[in-house]
């Protein structure tokens, strides 16, 4: 079982919901419309750098956490948890967000 889940005892559900919408979080900081924020959405390269990323810092906490598990809550992992995945923002893949806002995607009205 992933590790993550193991120490936040998120479930996989929430997990899945947190990344995403942290995710979602993180497109709108650069999105300047509607359109704009369905294009780098739809943009798999820009989602597989910022998996990476996630990865990274997912990869961090657990190096971080570890001396605590069994010491401090629950809530405070969580916490701990979800501060340090925030720090995503802080990424910012310029080249790969002008290639997405090239890509044509096909909009239903």
């Not at 501060?83 to 967000?97: D, G, H, P, Q, R």
Request: hydrophobic content about 40%; proline content about 2%; aromatic content about 18%.
């Amino acid at each position: 079982m992933n590790k993550v889940l193991d120490y936040t005892q998120y479930t996989e559900q929430d997990y899945i919901a947190f990344k995403f919408d942290l995710y979602f979080t993180y497109l709108q900081l650069f999105a300047h419309t509607q359109e704009d924020l369905q294009q780098v959405l739809a943009n798999t390269p820009l989602y597989n750098w910022w998996n990476q990323e996630y990865t990274i810092l997912e990869e961090q906490f657990l190096e971080d956490i570890e001396p605590y598990i069994g010491k401090v809550s629950i809530e405070v992992i969580r916490d701990f948890y979800d501060e340090n995945m925030t720090k995503i923002a802080n990424y910012f893949s310029k080249t790969l967000v002008k290639k997405a806002r090239k890509q044509q995607i096909i909009i239903s009205k």
